[in-house]
């Protein structure tokens, strides 16, 4: 089978498409037939480098999020049937016909979702999820500022909150600005135009999705007491300036998170939104698309079903 592989870090010239030996699910794994794999900035990071930070092993079969049909049970499986459509997070090896997951982070695809869209969810939702309610504990009534509210994780992030009951300020550029209002933000503020910092307080959590000059300027946006949660910035200290709370998110596999999310999309209270979806054979495209930095909602590769 085909597989997006490096066997050195650096820029797309690293990536090589080969051909591999379908992998063989171990105890309490599944091999699953990839039909999309959302591509996510963790991928190219993990191929200029990131992986050697990361502990990774060369050569790193790219991928962490799968949509598919279950075509193999490792022994002592029982929470998904053969031929079922699932969907996950994998550790790697996404952008391939197929990859092993474990079992238990796999849940059912929301029945009213294609691949391709049931692609945009696991690890953005996962992401958003995990941030916004089991680390900051967003509840309804809270006042939410999300920092990058365009791409994969805030397109998600919006929702999920507005679904909670939380009111929701979204920072976008100005091309963006209509589309974050269509996701239900309360309030858009255009981060190119004005500063921020200037028009925004009495945040009770902030979602930061950016880092850099943005999350160190959205500190006094919060009240005191109030959490900063982010998944890009390393906070070291300023927070107690701010009398507030400060949390680095990593996100890991969860599938209570990815069930509440797929009971929420078949509610039909989230529509995941997909910029752009290709063909395996794209996965380079795919990856200079998503390094630029600017596409909104997610970019997809389509394995076909
Ligand atoms: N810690 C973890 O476990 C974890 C998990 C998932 C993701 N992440 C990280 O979270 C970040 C966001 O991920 P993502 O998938 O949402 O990214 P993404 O989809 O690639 O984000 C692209 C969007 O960001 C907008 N943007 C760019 N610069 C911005 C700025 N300064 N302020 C506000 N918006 C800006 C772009 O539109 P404009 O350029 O038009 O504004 C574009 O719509 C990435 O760095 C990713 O690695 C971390």
Redesign the pocket.
Known sequence: MKSAMIREYGSNEVLEFVEVSRPSPHAGEVLVKVCAAGV???DW?IRSGAGARMGLTLPINLGSEIVGIVEELGTGVSNVQLGEAVFGMVSSGAFAEYAVAKATDLVRKPVNLDFINAAALP??GS?AWQAMFDEAGVSEGQRLLV?????????LAIQFAKAKGAHVTA???T??LDFVRGLGADEVVD??SQAFEHTISDIDVVLD????D?FQRAFSTIRKGGKMVT??AFPQGEAERYGIVTK????VPSARNLTRIKELVEAGKVIPYVEAAMPLADIKQALAL?EA???????VLDMGS
């Open positions: 996510n900035p963790i990071k690890l953005a992401t920092t990058n509210s365009s791409g994969g994780v805030g397109s920072l976008a550029s091309r963006n981060y190119t999705t950016v880092g850099g943005t998944v890009v680095r998110s990593y996100t998503s930095g600017r596409a909104h909602g997610k970019i």
